[in-house]
C-alpha cells in the first residue's frame, strides 16, 4: 500500500521535532512561600534561567495543597508561578501538591484547575501514596479526573516500590523518599512493567561537603527520570546550600547516555528491557566518569539534520508527482458507445476536484454512428486537463434533433481519466 506523499513528509517533520534522549531531570519540593516579591524564590529562578536544557519538576505546595477549596492562590503564587516555566526554558514543569491523607484529592485538583492559566500547574503530585495493588483502583480514579480538568502531568510519591499496575497511571512515580547514607540503586525495581524512566528519587539528609557526582552519574547511566538531594532533613525552609552545585551535576549527567540503551533502540526506555537487571550500589566505581565528554549532542545534531534533509528530499518528490498529474497530456480522443445512431451529441467534463459539478461541455463532439468522440485539444476540449469524467448526453437514443438536457446520459458507464 503506498502512503500519500504528504503523510510520509508529516511523519519525518514529526521526528525532527522529537527530543532526542533526554537525561535526568530536578524535581524540586518548593514546599515554601515565594512571598509578594518571589524573593524567596528568586535563587531558584536564576538557576532555572541558567540551564535551558535542564528538566526541572518544581512541586508548589501553598497550604498543604492549593488552599480553600475553590479559592485562587496568595498574590505570591499569581505573581511568582510563572517564572518557574521560564519561555528560556521549555523543560521546566509545575506540579501542583495534594496530599491524600486530606481527604478532598478531588477538590483540590479542582481548586487547581480553577486557577488563572497564567500561574495554573501543569500537572498534579500526589503525596504519601501507598501504592499497593488494592488501592490501585483508588489512585486511577484521582489519575483520571486530573488528566480530564485538562492537566497534562501526573505524579506520585510512594516513598518506596510501587506495584507495577500504577506505571502505566502516571508519568513519574517517586520510589525513594529517605535518607542519603541509606540509599542504594539496587533498591529500585527494574523491570519491563516498572521502568526506571518514570521513577525518580528523593535523598535526604546528605553531607554538604560529600559530592554527589558519582551518584548521579550512576543514576543518569540507569536511565532513573528524576532526582532532589539535600542536606536537610525535610523539604521546607528553602534551598540547600549544595543546590546550584547538585543542578550542575545534574545538567553534566544529561549529556551521558544510559549505558543500557548504548546496544538497544537509543532511548531510556529500552532500559527496561530485561525483566530484573543488575544494578550497581552507589559506588564511584560503577558509575561513568564525570569528564566523559559529551556526545548526545553531536549525534543530536546530526541526526537532526539527516532528518531534515529526509523532508526535503520527500517534499521535492511529492511537488513534481503533482506536477505530472496535472500537467500529463490529455487523450487525443475519448470515444462512447451507445446503442443506437445519434446525429448529435454533448459531451460533459467534471474533474475529480469538484464531483458532482457541471464545469464544462464540448457542442462539438465528433459524432459517427454510435460513436461519440471528443477532441483532446482545441477550442472544443474540456476546461481542465486534471483527472476527472467525461458523460454523454443526447435528446434521445436516436439524438435526431436538438441537443440533450444535461443528465440524460448514454450508455456506456462515466469514463475515469486515471492518467498520473
Not at 559530592?211 to 532526582?227: C, E, F, I, K
Not at 454533448?346 to 475529480?352: A, C, I, K, S
Request: glycine residues 8%; charged residues 10%.
Amino acid at each position: 500500500m503506498k502512503l500519500p506523499c504528504w503523510v510520509l513528509s508529516g511523519c519525518v517533520w514529526a521526528l525532527s521535532l522529537a527530543p532526542c534522549i533526554r537525561g535526568l531531570a530536578a524535581i524540586v519540593p518548593l514546599y515554601w512561600d515565594p512571598d509578594s516579591t518571589c524573593a524567596r524564590w528568586n535563587s531558584y529562578f536564576t538557576i532555572i534561567d541558567a540551564h535551558p536544557s535542564t528538566t526541572f519538576y518544581t512541586i508548589i505546595n501553598p497550604n498543604q495543597g492549593p488552599g480553600v477549596n475553590g479559592s485562587q492562590p496568595r498574590s505570591g503564587y499569581q505573581a511568582c508561578v510563572q517564572s518557574l516555566r521560564p519561555a528560556a526554558n521549555p523543560n521546566a514543569i509545575v506540579l501542583g501538591y495534594v496530599d491524600i491523607r486530606v481527604g478532598t484529592v478531588v477538590a483540590d485538583i479542582d481548586t487547581y484547575a480553577g486557577w488563572e492559566t497564567t500561574y495554573r500547574p501543569n500537572g498534579i503530585f500526589l503525596d504519601n501514596v501507598t501504592a499497593t495493588a488494592d488501592a490501585v483502583d483508588t489512585y486511577s480514579v484521582y489519575i483520571s479526573h486530573a488528566k480530564a480538568q485538562g492537566f497534562t502531568f501526573t505524579a506520585l510519591n510512594a516513598g518506596g516500590a510501587a506495584d507495577a499496575a500504577y506505571f502505566p497511571l502516571v508519568d513519574l512515580i517517586n520510589t525513594y523518599d529517605s535518607a542519603y547514607s541509606s540509599f542504594k540503586a539496587s533498591s529500585l525495581s527494574n523491570a519491563t512493567s516498572t521502568p526506571l524512566s518514570k521513577q525518580s528519587v528523593w535523598l535526604f539528609d546528605a553531607s554538604t561537603s560529600t559530592s554527589d557526582t558519582s551518584l548521579l552519574n550512576q543514576l543518569g547511566s540507569l536511565g532513573v527520570a528524576a532526582v532532589f538531594i539535600t542536606n536537610a532533613t525535610s523539604t521546607g525552609g528553602g534551598l540547600p546550600p549544595n543546590f546550584s552545585a547538585f543542578v550542575n551535576n545534574v545538567a553534566s549527567v544529561q549529556e551521558i547516555v544510559p549505558s543500557s540503551t548504548r546496544s538497544s533502540t537509543g532511548s531510556q526506555a529500552s532500559s527496561t528491557q530485561s525483566t530484573t537487571s543488575s544494578i550497581p550500589t552507589n559506588s564511584s566505581s560503577a558509575s561513568p566518569s564525570s569528564h566523559s565528554k559529551p556526545t548526545a549532542p553531536i549525534v543530536g545534531g546530526v541526526l537532526g539534520g539527516l532528518v531534515l534533509i529526509l523532508g526535503l528530499v520527500l517534499v521535492a518528490v511529492c511537488m513534481r508527482r503533482r506536477n505530472r498529474a496535472t500537467s500529463g497530456p490529455a487523450p487525443e480522443m475519448v470515444p462512447f458507445q451507445t446503442e443506437a445512431s445519434m446525429t448529435s451529441a454533448t459531451l460533459h467534463w467534471v474533474p475529480n476536484s469538484s464531483p458532482g459539478a457541471e464545469v464544462s461541455s464540448s457542442p462539438g463532439a465528433v459524432v459517427t454512428g454510435k460513436r461519440a468522440f471528443i477532441s483532446g485539444a482545441g477550442s472544443t476540449s474540456p476546461q481542465s486537463p486534471s483527472p476527472g469524467t467525461v458523460f454523454l448526453s443526447a435528446a434521445s437514443e436516436t439524438a435526431s434533433g436538438s441537443q440533450a438536457e444535461v443528465g440524460d446520459y448514454l450508455n456506456p458507464p462515466p469514463y475515469s481519466d486515471s492518467r498520473s
